[in-house]
């Protein structure tokens, strides 16, 4: 499979300089480096991006994240395995923007997972 096109943000001068700007304000909103790579990954998982599914189930790993919390984000409501902090969408609002952000992009585009996950996780 190949991509449509290349992504927009890695070709529009300064586009991926302002969406990493982005990113970094969100991770010094005291939301856990964790959590944040739960409800990106549950984004992706509604927006049908597998760039991101594979990158932020990546990133879980490496946080040290059990798999039944990996595998359980797409039924969370339901799943016993998250706290009620996690369960608090509200101060993850901006972060579920930007991530539905990059998953409209790469499934807009059809974004080829590999290459670019192992150089952002």
């Not at 992504?7 to 586009?15: T, Y």
């Not at 964790?34 to 549950?42: D, G, I, Q, S, V």
């Not at 490496?62 to 595998?71: C, T």
């Not at 290459?115 to 996780?121: G, K, L, M, P, R």
């Amino acid at each position: 499979m190949q991509s449509r096109m290349k992504n927009p943000a890695m070709s529009l001068p300064g586009a991926f300089d302002a969406l990493q700007a982005l990113h970094k304000a969100t991770e010094k909103g005291g939301v856990p480096r964790a959590t944040l790579e739960l409800m990106k990954l549950r984004a992706s998982q509604i927006n049908g991006c597998s760039v991101c599914v594979d990158m932020h189930s990546r990133a879980l790993k490496k946080l040290g994240e059990k798999d039944a919390r990996i595998f359980a984000v797409a039924a969370w409501r339901e799943a016993p395995y998250y706290s009620d902090a996690e369960r608090e969408l509200s101060a993850l609002v901006m972060s579920i923007g930007l991530i539905n952000l990059w998953n409209r992009l790469n499934a807009a585009t059809r974004q080829v997972t590999g290459d670019f996950v192992e150089q952002y996780v």
